[in-house]
């Protein structure tokens, strides 16, 4: 069984100012990784996610996210914010050996990003 | 192309009736996923469908609680004899399916209010 816990659930910050939003798993198996975005009044869309391969993923807008399998996380920061960026952040694992499967969500992080 | 759509988008039910959530996933996939999202909570697993099947319904909390895919496209969650702490807003989700497909995309949701 997985389990995945978003450790602030609310990030106030200022415009341009850099940000991190943490995620912690916990996963007897190996494990695939998201986040996710929620913008106000939208479905949830995919940010990014790390499969395989470097550990560094990238966003088109600028997020990134590393995985640290030794601590088991996978924190999402941006060096620079812009009030576009408000929104709800969720974390989420799913099993590598259930290819296409279920994904697991950590409670959300909501960012709020002010002038 | 069009997304994945639910209807309806708001349903408001007394305790104890019964209520049909309907989804359309992205034309051509053949993966299919029900969550639940309480207030403040990340989307909890609720079932997958692979095709017309259930590839897995380890998350339908109870026997209350049921999901069809007849054709292999349009799915229908069923909950019988409605409580208020089914109140929640009901996500579905599909993808192409398949090894190697990760993404899944998220339809706008169905609020579901128990009275």
Redesign the interface.
Known sequence: AQSVTQLDSQVPVFEEAPVELRCNYSSSVSVYLFWYVQYPNQGLQLLLKYLSGSTLVKSINGFEAEFNKSQTSFHLRKPSVHISDTAEYFCAVSDIYNQGGKLIFGQGTELSVKP | GA??SQTPSNKVTEKGKYVELRCDPISGHT?L?W?RQSL??????LI?F?GTGA??DS?LPNDRFFAVRPEGSVSTLKIQRTERGDSAVY?C?S?E????????Y????TRLTVT
């Open positions: 997304g994945v993966a996923y969550y403040g909570q990340g989307p909890e697993f997958y692979q590839a897995d998350g996500l989700a993808s399916g398949g090894a190697g497909t990760y993404e899944q998220f339809g706008p949701g």
